[in-house]
């Protein structure tokens, strides 16, 4: 278990055999064989768990076959609607929950192995923290769990509750917050013990736009940084903000895994042209740009379509051959909301 898993309501007792002392990871060294600093950060391969429900102990499908990996300094989103499988995911990647299938290396090592759960940093959807404490006695609770030498205990509280602007309100109990500074003292612990790769459930899920700003400014911190975050949402503008890369989760299936900067750049055209009767537009056009044209209509306006700058402009030449009137070209993005409802919309075939 890592030792910021113990965000859950976990017993104290318990929390702390769990958590153990902090191992060191060997990064390696120059001119070394390449170690664990070489791997990725997460590897996921054909992750599958599902759970039994109800008096007949029917099987649900949790997740099936998902598989992704996330790259040092990235920040990967797993996007999807409620239920569809981003919280037994992330469960299955700390061994919170044991997967029936599949293979997750942790920085390099076995999902299972302490040494790397100890590098991570979690906050889970819904933390349980005890809020008749103070926002600073609760970071202390998390250092102490945490083996975290006590001579060095108070400057590294100070630095996260800076570092998440939580310093000001650190002697305030934490029944006093509101959702948004539970969320930021929650990244703080998450952050406590330097992990080289933070997990976040939800982590503006049931903030008020005030808050879901307050949280996304920190993550985009945390992203300047060099960070390696793997966080869910069903949220699309924020994972558009904040994400190098998403995976699209659906009824417990990755129906897509894309990186976002590929996305900006993918650009469409439409293409307006006058035209007579759509059978001498098709003898004049090439074929894919008749994608949008009824082949029985008529009129003296058409709207063709272009995949990309090439076909752009050899749409272009063929209208001036064919001596068609080009009356506009506009330019049409497709945004990650636009890919997330087209992969709903289809069934998970985008």
Same mark, same amino acid.
């Given at each position: 278990?890592?030792?910021?898993?113990?965000?859950?309501?976990?017993?104290?007792?318990?929390?702390?055999?769990?958590?153990?002392?902090?191992?060191?990871?060997?990064?390696?060294?120059?001119?070394?064989?390449?170690?664990?600093?070489?791997?990725?950060?997460?590897?996921?391969?054909?992750?599958?768990?599902?759970?039994?429900?109800?008096?007949? @102990?029917?099987?649900?499908?949790?997740?099936?076959?998902? *598989?992704?990996?996330?790259?040092?300094?990235?920040?990967?989103?797993?996007?999807?609607?409620?239920?569809?499988? =981003?919280?037994?995911?992330?469960?299955?990647?700390?061994?919170?929950?044991?997967?029936?299938?599949?293979?997750?290396?942790?920085?390099?090592?076995?999902?299972?192995?302490?040494?790397?759960?100890? @590098?991570?940093?979690?906050?889970?959807?819904?933390?349980?923290?005890?809020?008749?404490?103070?926002?600073?006695?609760?970071?202390?609770?998390?250092?102490?769990?945490?083996?975290?030498?006590?001579?060095?205990?108070?400057?590294?509280?100070?630095? %996260?509750?800076?570092?998440?602007?939580?310093?000001?309100?650190?002697?305030?109990?934490?029944? =006093?917050?509101?959702?948004?500074?539970?969320?930021?003292?929650?990244?703080?612990?998450?952050?406590?013990?330097?992990?080289?790769?933070?997990?976040?459930?939800?982590?503006?899920?049931?903030?008020?736009?005030?808050?879901?700003?307050?949280? @996304?400014?920190?993550?985009?911190?945390?992203?300047?940084?060099?960070?390696?975050?793997?966080?869910? *949402?069903?949220? %699309?503008?924020?994972?558009?903000?904040?994400?190098?890369?998403?995976?699209?989760?659906?009824?417990?299936?990755?129906?897509?895994?894309?990186?976002?900067?590929?996305?900006?750049?993918?650009?469409?055209?439409?293409?307006? &042209?006058?035209?007579?009767?759509?059978?001498?537009? &098709?003898?004049?056009?090439?074929?894919?740009?008749?994608?949008?044209?009824?082949?029985?209509?008529?009129?003296?306006?058409?709207?063709? *379509?272009?995949?990309?700058?090439?076909?752009?402009?050899?749409?272009?030449?063929?209208?001036?051959?064919?001596?068609?009137?080009?009356? &506009? %070209?506009?330019?049409? @993005?497709?945004?990650?909301?636009?890919?997330?409802?087209?992969?709903?919309?289809?069934?998970?075939?985008?």
């Amino acid at each position: 278990m890592s030792r910021q898993v113990v965000a859950e309501n976990v017993p104290h007792a318990r929390a702390r055999a769990m958590a153990g002392n902090r191992p060191e990871l060997d990064l390696g060294t120059p001119g070394a064989e390449p170690g664990i600093a070489a791997e990725p950060a997460l590897h996921v391969v054909d992750l599958t768990k599902s759970f039994r429900s109800g008096f007949a @102990r029917r099987e649900i499908r949790g997740i099936e076959g998902v *598989s992704f990996t996330v790259a040092r300094g990235e920040v990967f989103a797993l996007l999807g609607h409620n239920g569809a499988g =981003k919280t037994t995911t992330i469960g299955c990647l700390l061994d919170l929950v044991r997967p029936e299938r599949g293979e997750v290396k942790l920085l390099g090592r076995d999902h299972r192995d302490r040494v790397s759960r100890a @590098r991570v940093g979690y906050l889970p959807e819904r933390p349980y923290f005890f809020d008749y404490l103070t926002g600073r006695e609760l970071l202390e609770f998390y250092a102490d769990l945490q083996d975290i030498d006590r001579r060095e205990r108070t400057g590294r509280i100070d630095e %996260v509750l800076r570092q998440v602007d939580m310093f000001s309100d650190a002697g305030r109990r934490l029944n =006093k917050y509101s959702k948004g500074m539970l969320q930021r003292l929650g990244l703080a612990q998450a952050l406590l013990g330097d992990p080289d790769l933070l997990i976040l459930d939800e982590p503006m899920s049931g903030l008020d736009p005030m808050g879901r700003l307050e949280v @996304r400014s920190l993550l985009l911190g945390l992203k300047k940084q060099g960070r390696t975050i793997l966080l869910s *949402s069903h949220i %699309v503008p924020d994972v558009e903000q904040l994400a190098d890369a998403v995976g699209i989760l659906r009824d417990g299936r990755l129906v897509l895994n894309q990186r976002l900067g590929s996305l900006a750049d993918a650009c469409s055209y439409r293409v307006r &042209a006058g035209a007579p009767a759509a059978t001498v537009l &098709a003898a004049a056009v090439p074929l894919w740009a008749m994608s949008a044209v009824d082949p029985a209509s008529a009129g003296a306006v058409t709207d063709l *379509s272009a995949a990309d700058p090439r076909q752009l402009r050899e749409l272009l030449e063929a209208c001036d051959r064919a001596g068609l009137a080009v009356l &506009a %070209v506009d330019s049409q @993005r497709s945004g990650l909301e636009d890919l997330f409802l087209t992969t709903h919309r289809r069934g998970g075939e985008a």
